[in-house]
């Protein structure tokens, strides 16, 4: 939230400096970010009037301007077409600078010398100030040789503060003003600015508009006197409605809000529209209440009715797009059209053009959290769904209606005197907070009460009791209803303590000394494995717990799939951000992707140790949580190199996945399997054996070409993923002494099945070898060596050799001692369907 230093100053008097009032504001969580001055760099520019326009001898398209300028006529030239004789302008003299830090120089023009120029607000630095292009024409009160730093906010100070979900209060100038008198005693509190100059005079509306008639039952409507024809109504039958005003402007003129409106709109981040469309966002920003203007020419009926949307209707918005809706919506309409998306957005048809005359001005309270879920389900934030998302003080609709059509008045000459219809349903009621001296001494190690109440009244609370209990003296404070935060004897505590400030608090020693803390062994077995994965060149990635609901699609899950039906979130932050996620893959998927779009074109390897949410029916709550490990290796997409090409394969990385797992002890086998996203023929199971009893901890796999195609990667991508939960207690490491005695080795040559694995065929050797051997096995270890398939070798088979060592405890081998052995499991080897060579 941006802060107009120059706008503060109509609210409250402070008598402080901007670095000064923000160190406070920062220190009591209300954090600024920084501190800018955008025109900081203009220096020398003045007004001056022009006296005389004529045109260049030379150039047709200049013209020559004698400006007064309160030290002496000067000549400007221009190709500015905007100008008349009698404008006030600003006015750089050669010498001085502009917003950009350009210093400016006499310059001529075909014979004409030109001393400085005359100034655009683009060259003052809001390009948006312009009304048409050329030069930025003056109110014509300004004085001539006055600073330009000096006028209609030039030379603000802007803070921009990050603003708590919670303080919805504070996104607003009279906010931050209420919350500054707080944390400034000695401040004052500003009239507001309309008040010493509404005006007395209320007309009957002559427009043809209903009645009110709220159609939720216990709904008291603030009716003022009837309209002259009874025609339609404003209804409020959705409970989200808490209150619905309508303000009416008639002879209204479009045109440009004043010079000093449209620099303050522009250094607050608006962009300046027309004197009416100004008007309510002014009012939003000063007060905090959205509002929004219709041309009644323009409604589909006199009537207006906030209802719960219908499932598929549709609005198109004021940005000109097509929005769906369903029931959680509340919809603004007028003859059963829909004319507005309550607190996010007004719609295309009834919005100000430059010939509106009649205005109905709305100013309303929608449910936060309504508006919040409308906002995120279709991705459409507004400066006004900001603020209802966050709660809006529900008192405050009625006076912004009276703020802006002040406003309107005074900027395009509007009558405005007209009762104003309302129709409010059940409105929440600030409650009474006690607070005791017991908890206030336990939390803040400060217990008095009497400062206590001081401190919570300049804040805006109202003490509305006092008395005495058994823990002592207790206080009872109504918040205002601008703060609904404002709930617990813990949020009056939180606000003494943010006043009085963290660093004052007394320094106390624990009555017992800590004990040596145990950080656990998720956190353990997590730090050993970031050492392991680093040190094989990895980078550690930390992304969302949540995730699209769509991210079940780009993985091409089965809905049978556990990881296809995530839990989602009852208040999500953005539709990208709906679910949390059931597997670490996406959102490194997602980190490549975006590295690659924005010109990474190197290799990539990233892991994350991150938690995984799973539905669960027979887990408490319906889910469980589980740590997890993955990873991505992506080879680049320029493999140019001087050197030998070595790039990452499956085998590569499934050493990687080794690695990690010989840092807890365990070995793993990895199983021929299959991932919904994974290559066929490249996607393992990693199963580890505890015991007696082998785990499936997780998979390895190369991403489909599929879905490598549907992302745009060029290069084949291999991720990982394992649970870590079975790996926290390391497997120890059991010493065995070595033999003094040789070993005997011996080779095994075969032909075995392609649908056989590796690791399937080294357990049938040892389990052969071990059957050949009796109660004393002697083999020590099989290591593969050789395979070869192609030329000579029958389809469906391959040809393996494996290097076989026997080694005795107690003795040295014998030839006829192995031999023995070894044939025996050969023939063992030949039963079982083998074919030896």
């Given amino acids: 939230m941006i802060i107009s230093w120059h706008l503060l100053k109509n609210f409250i008097k402070l008598d402080v400096t901007p670095e000064e009032a923000a160190e406070r504001l920062s220190l009591s969580g209300a954090e600024v970010e920084y501190i ?43 190709a500015a077409k905007n100008l008349k004789p009698g404008d006030m302008v600003f006015y750089g003299a050669p010498g001085s600078t502009l917003a950009d830090g350009k210093e400016l120089s006499a310059r001529s023009f075909d014979g004409v010398e030109s001393a400085g120029m005359m100034l655009s607000a683009a060259e003052m630095g809001l390009p948006d100030v312009d009304i048409v292009e050329g030069i930025l024409t003056l109110p014509k009160d300004a004085l001539v040789g006055s600073d330009a730093t000096t006028l209609y906010g030039f030379g603000d100070t802007l803070l921009d503060v990050s603003i708590t979900p919670n303080r919805g209060d504070l996104l607003s100038v009279l906010g931050m003003a209420r919350e500054l008198h707080g944390l400034f005693p000695d401040s004052e509190l500003l009239p507001m600015p309309w008040e010493a100059e509404t005006t007395e005079e209320t007309i009957e509306q002559p427009i043809e508009f209903g009645s009110i008639s709220p159609l939720r039952n216990g709904a008291r409507p603030r009716l003022a006197a009837e309209w002259p024809i009874e025609f339609g109504s404003i209804s409020l039958p959705d409970p989200g409605c808490i209150n619905y005003n309508l303000g009416l402007a008639t002879d209204v003129t479009i045109a440009p809000s004043p010079v000093d409106v449209r620099v303050a709109l522009s250094h607050l981040g608006m962009r300046p529209i027309s004197n009416i469309v100004d008007a309510t966002n002014y009012v939003m920003l000063t007060l905090g209440q959205p509002l929004h203007a219709f041309d009644l020419n323009t409604l589909p009926a006199p009537e207006v009715t906030v209802r719960a949307a219908f499932d598929g209707e549709k609005i198109l918005t004021l940005d000109g797009k097509e929005r769906v809706l369903t029931p959680a919506d509340m919809l603004i309409t007028s003859g059963g059209v829909g004319i507005g998306l309550a607190g996010v957005m007004g719609g295309s048809q009834t919005g100000i053009a430059d010939d509106t005359k009649i205005v109905l001005l709305e100013g309303a309270n929608f449910s936060a959290r309504r508006v919040g879920h409308t906002s995120r389900r279709l991705g459409l934030t507004s400066e006004a769904s900001f603020r209802y998302a966050r709660g809006v003080d529900p008192t405050l609709a009625e006076t912004g209606v009276d703020y802006a059509l002040y406003l309107m008045r005074v900027w395009s000459g509007a009558k405005v005197g007209y009762r104003k219809k309302s129709a409010v349903n059940a409105a929440p009621e600030p409650k009474p907070v006690s607070l005791t001296k017991k908890k206030l001494d336990t939390i803040l190690l400060w217990s008095d009460m009497d400062e206590s109440a001081k401190i919570l009244e300049g804040f805006g609370l109202k003490r509305v009791s006092q008395s005495v209990s058994q823990d002592g003296p207790v206080m009872s404070f109504t918040p205002p209803t601008w703060r609904p935060d404002i709930t617990i004897e813990e949020d009056l505590i939180e606000e003494i303590g943010r006043f009085r400030g963290y660093n004052d608090a007394p320094d106390i020693l624990p009555g017992v000394l800590p004990r040596r803390a145990d950080i656990g062994a998720e956190t353990v077995l997590a730090g050993a494995l970031r050492g392991v994965a680093i040190a094989r060149g990895y980078v550690e990635a930390i992304t969302y717990s949540f995730l699209p609901e769509r991210f079940t699609d780009a993985l091409h899950l089965p809905h049978d799939d556990i990881r296809a039906n995530p839990l989602t979130l009852a208040n999500p932050i953005s539709q990208d951000w709906m679910a949390m996620r059931t597997t670490l893959i996406p959102g490194l998927l997602a980190g490549l992707k975006e590295s690659l779009s924005s010109g990474w074109r190197e290799p990539v390897r990233i892991f994350e140790v991150g938690r995984i949410f799973l539905r669960d029916p027979h887990a408490k709550n319906g889910h469980r949580e589980e740590d997890a490990m993955a990873g991505l290796v992506f080879g680049g997409i320029d493999p140019r190199t001087p050197w030998k090409e070595t790039r990452d394969d499956f085998l590569s990385v499934k050493g990687d996945v080794e690695a990690f797992l010989a840092s807890r002890g365990q070995a793993a086998d990895f199983v021929s399997g299959t991932q919904p996203f994974g290559h066929t023929g490249q996607t393992a199971d990693i199963v580890v054996s505890f015991g007696e009893e082998k785990k499936k901890l997780g998979f390895l796999a190369r991403l489909s070409p599929a879905i490598e195609r549907e992302m745009d990667f060029t290069e084949p991508v291999y991720v990982f993923e394992i649970f870590l939960a079975p790996l926290e207690t390391p497997k120890k490491p059991v010493y065995s002494p070595a033999s003094q005695f040789p070993a005997a080795f011996r080779d095994i040559s075969m032909l075995a099945p392609l649908s056989r694995t590796n690791d399937e065929v080294i357990a049938d050797i040892r389990a052969a070898v071990n059957k050949s051997s009796g109660a004393k096995s002697l083999l020590e270890s099989v290591r593969l060596f050789d395979v070869y398939s192609g030329k000579g070798i029958p389809e469906g088979l391959r040809s393996l050799a494996f290097a076989v060592t026997y080694r005795a405890k107690e003795k040295t081998l014998q030839d006829e001692d192995v031999d023995g052995i070894h044939n025996a499991a050969r023939d063992t080897l030949t039963q079982k369907g083998y074919s030896m060579r």
């Fill in 36 to 78: 800018s001055r955008p025109e900081a760099k203009i220096k020398g520019v003045t007004v001056a009037r022009v006296d005389s326009l004529k045109k260049h001898h030379a150039k047709e398209h200049l013209l020559v301007a004698e400006l007064n300028t309160c030290k002496g006529e000067v000549v400007c030239v221009t």
